[in-house]
Structure formats: structure tokens, C-alpha cells
């Protein structure tokens, strides 16, 4: 329990007391302190630190500062009298519970009274620095400490002997008010300030910016006004996702998400690098296809919500670096060749309008650091998120997507880089996938003695030879292959004996198999459905996903070699795609290293979940603005190793390490002695 941070020191407990002051404990935070009768709690709260919200300046509007009184005695604090602890509800509780309601528990702390000895509980929705309280799957248990708070002042009209400015009297009043020292209000926002301030005969809403050196007002509303919302944007090279956030609850109001626009000048990173390089005008465009993209999630989620654009008042960005320079309007050709050096490495925080960000006039954008020119922020904002940095053994996180964010937790140092993997594992270039989508295969299973597939797809929780699936996929149709089933039939494909572990398609043994494998000029391909579309993964495909797969898991071989690191059992699938891979297939296709199937978690979109984090909590900012500056950046293009590890890794699971366990889990053959070529029956065991 915390010591008493301010007060009168407290006495110890059940001592005898003639003292004129009350005993004020304040849970869960367990402060303490003395007070005098009549000291309203929300001043006794402050005095001691407990940080109780308050938008209203404590006049009884907001509601935000309401806290309970606890019942009964309290030997443990020498708390003996349940007598008269606070002033009866006054005017302002009676109106503030007649118009918005006031539970029968609850107080107002800013004209509560204390009358004697008590203990308060402060509920999480009242405390500044709360966990969020809402059942969202993304935001519980987050911290909200938001850069942005609401202050309303109300000051008196002006008069002839305080001839003192607008602007000048707003900050003044917020120093006094809330605590602030030396508020800013920036040139750009005085004629605001003076409009409003005569608009609504000064009463009005401050909104302030405390994440700078200053304390800087960014926005300013005609009388009270308590609601405020953020974005947190994650921008893939692939796919664009927003969430919208209440903050001055944490809740998330609503998700959007939608493809990038860029892909139309270029599938992966260097691809759209190349772009700009060979195209006048080119960096615009692709610059102005993302923020125009922006924009419409935006207005969708507003639309959506119901939510007001005008209090839309700050976003967090997480993409990587070449994603972070073409959004901020910066040249990301430096980043396509060595030293790969970015244009600015530090978090970044322009105003939304600087990106022609169609948000609340004057609102804040926060762009998290790079880790370097080719580890981005959202490897920044996975580390956020995912915080390998608390665990005492190694952990491995792999954010999965069209470029891999690779981090590597050795126990004392955090390694991270980048591996250019491609689209290929997100069912892109591949001639039957398709992205994640209602009629996407996502699961699959394949029978070694008839290579007569079943599968699951997107949008029907029944297997393909159940009874049932025709009619449940009547909607959709079975339309593709998704990113985590195409590592699935590929996995498959393998234990069927349909692929070598060199990844070669063979060719039918008999007439019954002339069904499921097909000619495809010199190469074969294996037919999974021949229903219209005809789905069938060739030889093309299985070379794309090697290529790709063998990309990422160099990436991880040359971070573990940095770390000297054999073996690791805490290792995490990030991302939107990672999150829906089955980790005994990643096993099986050797994309992350030999480790019991147990030992792979997946664990949702962390880059997402660090944006969100970053949005609702300063403190997050400044922790992974301390934590990217540790961080060792591989380089991976530079690194002579990274081609033997990739030519390994083209193996399946990999050409040259034994990966025992993963064999010994599917029934596989030991790598050494090498494989005799003999057509292969695997066990079936463990992947059901
Ligand atoms: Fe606003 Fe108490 S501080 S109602």
C-alpha cells in the first residue's frame, strides 16, 4: 500500500486522535491523508495525487470526478465511526442527478464535502491513467492517459479593470484550474479563442494538449462539451485498419478496414519505391492514395458511430518506414538502397491538417518511431504491445504480413528487422488465393491415399464433407484460397506426398489420381475443387510460398544468430494474417524455428494493438520512444548469412536443420540420411 504522498501525515492505525482534521483513504490506490472539515474530496484527491478526472473544473456538469463512499468501519485505517463522513448532496448533485442520473452510491467529488474520517473507492472510469473499463477485446485492460484533455472554464466577462486578452485569460484560468503550468495557446488559435470566448460570454472547452514541453491548447468549443475520439490507424502494405476511440472512456466506438490503394502502383514495398523512382509526380500519387484512403475510413467511421468530425481530435499512426514516409509526404527512395536511411527516425507529431487529414480542425497526429530504414513503426508498436522486454527467457514475435516485422527477445537486448516476404503468404499471387474473405478456403485437410481434399471456408463453420456445407456456403460460393489455407495445403500437399520436400509437384501414379493431378506444361498442379472457380495450387504457387517463407524465416535465423540463440519456446504469430495460421502448419512449412506446436502463439494484430495503446496512454509513447532507441536493427539486406539461411529455408520444413520435433510431430522422415526418394505415406497423427 502506497504511504501517504501529501496531506497531513496520517496517523498510525487505531491511534487515539483529538485531531480537528479527518482520515480520507483513497482505494484502490490506498493513499492517505488528513484533511480539514469542508475540504471538497476532489481537492483532498489531488493534493495526495490520486488523479480524479475532471472536465468541468469542478462545477458539477461533467460528472466525471463521481466516487463512492464505503460503508462501514475500517479498524485496519482506525476508522471506528460511520457517522457524517460527507456534506449531504447539495444543489448541484440534486441537479446534476436530475438531469443525467446519479446512482445511489455515487458522490460528486468536487462538491462532496469531507465531514469526517472515511475511505473512498474511486471507481477506473473516474481515475485519469484508468484501465479502461469497457468489454472491447482491444482496448481492456489498457491504460487511459490520453495527451488530449477537456478543460472548461468559465471566466468572467471582460471589464476595464483587467484589460488581460482572451487567449491570455484562457490559459491563466486552465493553469488554475487543472493544474497546468505555463499553457500555451498557440498564434494560429487566438482568433478562435476570442470568437468563442464572446460567442458563449466565456464559457467555453479547452481542449489541451499535454504531451509537449508546454501544455498547448489545439482547440477550443463554445461552452461545455465533453466528448473527444481518436484514431488509431495500422497502414499495411496490404491492408489498411482503423479503429475509433471514445477517450474519454477508452471504449472502441467502431473498426474499419480496406485495402491499400497503392497496391494498384506496386504489390510489395520496393515494387512501390520503384515507383516514385521511375514515375514524375509518382510520390503524390501514392501519397495521395493513402491519405485519401485515410479519409474514407474516417468518414465511414464517423458515419458509422455517429460520432462528430469536429471531435475527432487525434490519430496514431503505426506502419513501416516506407508506408511512414510516403503517409508523412516524404521521399522513401533513400530507404530502397544502403544505408536505407529514413528521413526522420523520431516520433513524429504534425498537425492533421499538415496531411490534409480531413479530421477536427486542428487536430494531433502521433506517427510512433521508426526502428530503422527498414523496421518500421509497427514493429515499434508490436514491441508496444507485446512487451517481450518483461519476460526473463527469449521470446520471438513475428508480425506476418507482406513485409515480416521480426523481434527477438534475448533476455537483455531486443533485436528487430524486416524480411521482405511478399504477398505470397497472404494468398496474393498465388493463382487461386484471394484474400481473407467470406468463400475463402481457410482450413484444409487432404487424404494420402485419395488426395481427395475437404476444407473449411470463411463464412460456414462446417467441413466441406459434412452434411450441410453445399447449403451453407450457397451465399458465398468456395471462391479461393486464403493466406492460412494456402500454408495449409501446402503443409498438406507435403504429408500427402503430393510435394518432395524440395517443393516439387510429382506427377500422377495412377488413373485415379489423374483427377487431382493435373499437367501444366512441364510442371503439375493439384486440383482441390472443380466447381467453378477451379481451384488448384501449381507449381508456381508452392515456389512463391517457399520463396516467401524462406525470406522470413532467414530473417529469424539471422536474429537469433546475433542473439546466440539455438532454441526458443515462447514464440508469437502477429498480425492479421499471423493471428489465423495454425502454428503446427508454420511448424510444418519451417516459417518460425523447431519448437513444440504448444510454444506458438498467436496473438492478434499487435501493431493494431500497440496503436491503440499509444492512443490512449502518454506514457506508452514515452516508454517505446526510450525502448526503439535500445533496439539492435539487422539489416538484413546486408548480411552475408541471410542468403545461406534462405536457400536453407527453401526446404520444406528446411533443407538443412533436423527439425525434430516438427518431424517427429507429422510422422516425418529424419533429414539425415537424406531422403531416398521413395514416394512418402505420412502418419496422420496430431493436425486434426
Ligand atoms: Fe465535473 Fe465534478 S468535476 S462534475
Known sequence: ????????????????????????????????????????????????????????????????????????????????????????????????????????????????????????????????????????????????????????????????????????????????????????????????????????????????????????????????????????????????????????????????????????????????????????????????????????????????????????????????????????????????????????????????????????????????????????????????????????????IVDVGTNAEILLWDGKTLFAASSPTGPALEGAEISSGQRAAPGAIERIRIDPETLAPRYRVIGSTLWSDEVGFVESVAGTGVTGVCGSGIIEVVGEMLLAGIISPDGIIRAPQNESETSRLVGQGRTWAYVISENNPRLMITQNDIRAIQLAKAALYAGVKLLMDKANILSLDDIRLAGAFGSYIDPQYAELLGLVPDCPADKVLAVGNAAGQGALKALLDLDARREIEATVTRIIKIETALEPEFQTHFVNAMGLPNSKEPFELTRKHFGLPDLSPPDDGKRRRRSRRNRD
Do not use: W
Open 1 to 396: 500500500m502506497d504511504a501517504p504522498a501529501a496531506g497531513v501525515p496520517a496517523p498510525p492505525p487505531n491511534s487515539v486522535t483529538t485531531d480537528p482534521t479527518a482520515l480520507v483513504v483513497f482505494q484502490p490506490s490506498g493513499k492517505r491523508g488528513r484533511f480539514a472539515h469542508g475540504t471538497p474530496v476532489l481537492d483532498a484527491a489531488r493534493e495526495l495525487g490520486v488523479q480524479i478526472e475532471s472536465v468541468c473544473g469542478g462545477r458539477g456538469i461533467c460528472g466525471r470526478c463521481q466516487i463512492t463512499v464505503a460503508e462501514g468501519q475500517f479498524a485496519k485505517f482506525g476508522i471506528t465511526s460511520s457517522e457524517d463522513r460527507l456534506s449531504p448532496k447539495g444543489f448541484i448533485e440534486n441537479r446534476y442527478d436530475e438531469k443525467r442520473g446519479l446512482a445511489a452510491d455515487r458522490r460528486l467529488s468536487c462538491t462532496a464535502r469531507i465531514e469526517g474520517d472515511l475511505v473512498v473507492d474511486v471507481p477506473d472510469a473516474s481515475i485519469v491513467a484508468g484501465q479502461t473499463i469497457r468489454k472491447d477485446a482491444n482496448t481492456i485492460g489498457m491504460i487511459r492517459n490520453t495527451a488530449l484533455r477537456l478543460c472548461y472554464v468559465e471566466l468572467p466577462e471582460p471589464d476595464l479593470e483587467t484589460p488581460v486578452g482572451d487567449a491570455d485569460r484562457l490559459a491563466a484560468e486552465i493553469e488554475l484550474e487543472f493544474g497546468y503550468e505555463n499553457v500555451e495557446v498557440p498564434f494560429h488559435l487566438i482568433a478562435d479563442v476570442q470568437r468563442a470566448m464572446r460567442e458563449a460570454k466565456c464559457q467555453v472547452t479547452a481542449c489541451v494538449d499535454i504531451s509537449g514541453a508546454r501544455p498547448t491548447v489545439i482547440s477550443v468549443f463554445n461552452g461545455y462539451q465533453e466528448e473527444m475520439c481518436g484514431l488509431a490507424v495500422d497502414i499495411g502494405s496490404t491492408t489498411v485498419a482503423a479503429h475509433l476511440v471514445d477517450l474519454m472512456n477508452g471504449e472502441i466506438l467502431g473498426s474499419a478496414g480496406r485495402a491499400n490503394p497503392q497496391i494498384r502502383f506496386g504489390e510489395d514495398l520496393m515494387s512501390r519505391v520503384s515507383y516514385v523512382m521511375m514515375n514524375d509526380g509518382g510520390r503524390e500519387r501514392l501519397t495521395d492514395a493513402i491519405r485519401l484512403c485515410v479519409n474514407e475510413l474516417t468518414t465511414e467511421l464517423l458515419d458509422k458511430t455517429g460520432r462528430d468530425r469536429s471531435h475527432l481530435l487525434e490519430a496514431v499512426f503505426v506502419c513501416n518506414p516506407v508506408m511512414h514516409h510516403l503517409f508523412l509526404g516524404l521521399d522513401p527512395t533513400p530507404l530502397g538502397q544502403a544505408p536505407f536511411n529514413p528521413a526522420v527516425s523520431h516520433a513524429v507529431r504534425p498537425e492533421a491538417a499538415d496531411l490534409q487529414l480531413e479530421f477536427a480542425p486542428n487536430a494531433r497526429v502521433y506517427m510512433l518511431p521508426i526502428v530503422a530504414g527498414h523496421v518500421g513503426a509497427d514493429a515499434a508498436a508490436v514491441a508496444l504491445a507485446q512487451q517481450p522486454q518483461i519476460k526473463t527467457k527469449p521470446v520471438l
